[in-house]
């Protein structure tokens, strides 16, 4: 069987340039719009992650081992997300097997999310891995809102099984509700560090 | 429908390899002119707003959450920029729909610009971020620098339904145009940071 | 000859997304479990030899020219991972030759270990290059256990030639075997050099 | 005319992985050796030229917007070197037009060396940007070694045109003439940095 072009899988990083043909490139650009869906909630949810990894990663006092090893699973999953992203754009656009597609996006999700909750609750149980600036007592209410987010994003791989559409903005959602800062303040006695948060 | 090879999408970063066909590399070479030529200008592009999103964060005090999801945003635009590349790049040497493809391209410089602007007015008008080394009157003159550059932009989206080649010249230009530094000067009190400019 | 869909080579970096075709999408996923397993183990073994590798420039005080020149060779085999990767991958899908591919896999990783492997023994042996805060008859005696992984890496590469499955195994466990801190402590003067190592 | 297997352009970061046929990998693997051997030179040069970029702006105190300007060519040129190093390995491989090839590939790396050198030119002849542990004297003498490649390069495209494979060669020979430090030492009155350079 012959491919039709738009068979071809997406370029991995990501926004897919379609192939040149007489005519119809207003049409591809409209039929791609799965490509362009994805890449904003791929990107916004990494970069979200990416500042709360930061704030995780400020209130941590001594990187041991074992911490390191969880932060590299982590990485694992963050690098692993182009190709999610890739598949739930291509299916999408294809009409078929969309549900799979947007399952595989969210697991993928879930597992970032699950890793990086767990790096910040290894480092709140076992307390002298916090910094000092950081109430132990309000670290260890802000995991419940870590908690929080896990059986949503179980929702929204169910979600996905009735429409793939839904799911990816319930995807966009939880970016969302990440970039509220559940994190407890960071108290800095040690002045050369200028950059504070309001 | 079976694809001629010059019809196979250009690889994403940037410069194409043309498919290896006997006696034909010197020819492929010439033909492919708009890859190198979109090449220079995203490159300049984004280096020169690369180097003056550093003179930015540098006359910013405190970095809040609204201006980190700000910066997101705008590195989102940055991201996409070799997407519209290669896109011009195609349909410049396929000889049609390269009106539509310039339009793209600078609508993604325009989004771009729009979002970095939006960073240094945020920063400007909501004046406790700004760093103490910046005069506050002006940083405000400053703002009209950079929104001169936005109609500059929608002239060139309308100039690339007469001819693409035009546009991308003026995408050049409006990139050398933010080469000059429109910022107000940085006053370090601090001796340990020994880079100053002249 | 027509290549068939499963034929064409992964894509460089590394989770392979399968071409679009009606109901195949759950059958393409479990083929490509190949794509998954040299992911992790590749994604793992970088990432272990990147914390080690940090450790050990830790470690040393005074940069040289060869050392910089070792460095670019480590680096450069580092850089050619995503190569085997991919081979080892689309030839365990195939069925056929997984012998050669994962032999050519683990020959680059025993590269890497031994290019890695001389730059601590250069450190260790021109003893000037040491940090003050290491001991350098621990340093000697820590070159035994980075000796220990090259004959190991011998003998999966010959495993490899009954089962490239099981070689791939042998290659996560000696990723594993690395996680294991093999360095002499630094002893840090210095107190703002805060993170510390338990 | 469909394009054989070998026909594909090179995957742009760099070593091909061969398409996948039966009983044919040992052979496609020997076949690829211009992809290995373009990879080694190109990452040698980039790699060199890397330390040597990091030791030219360690010596320079004021960066100016012309500095950064000039930066920003030498950038595009080393982010462009993956292009000839795929359209050598292919065109090697291919055996036609290997010549136009290297040259091409020459013809980048001269770029690149002249933009590198071009930097510390101007660093060096506008004196006041020099770092203060710098000898003038020395660092205008310098400048000779910097010129003497440029010729060296233009003789290697000369080569190219008699053979490719030669050619290469030389290119390699010129990336390790730069492994030799030209620049003059720098003293350094301040302790914080402590990584010094025998």
Do not use: C
Not at 60 to 84: D, Q, S
């Amino acid at each position: 069987m012959v491919s039709s072009p738009s068979q071809r899988p997406s370029s991995y990083w990501k926004l897919k340039v379609p192939d040149v043909e007489p005519g119809g490139l207003s049409d591809a650009l409209i039929e791609s719009w799965p490509s362009y869906a994805t890449y904003v909630v791929s990107f916004l949810t990494i970069g979200i992650i990416w500042v709360n990894h930061h704030a995780v990663l400020d209130r941590i006092r001594n990187v041991t081992r074992p911490l390191l090893f969880m932060n590299l699973v982590f990485l694992m999953a963050v690098a692993a997300i182009p190709f999610p992203t890739a598949l739930l754009a291509d299916y999408l656009q294809a009409g078929h097997d969309e549900s799979l597609a947007a399952a595989v996006y969210g697991g993928t999700m879930a597992v970032m999310g699950v890793t990086f909750g767990a790096i910040w609750a290894y480092a709140v149980l076992s307390e002298d891995l916090l910094h000092e600036g950081v109430d132990p007592e309000r670290a260890r209410r802000s995991l419940w809102i870590f908690a929080a987010g896990s059986p949503l994003y179980v929702l929204a791989i169910g979600v996905s099984l009735l429409s793939a559409t839904l799911a990816l903005a319930m995807y966009a959602l939880l970016a969302l509700f990440y970039l509220f800062d559940a994190l407890p303040p960071l108290k800095q006695g040690d002045e050369e560090k200028g950059v504070g948060e309001t």
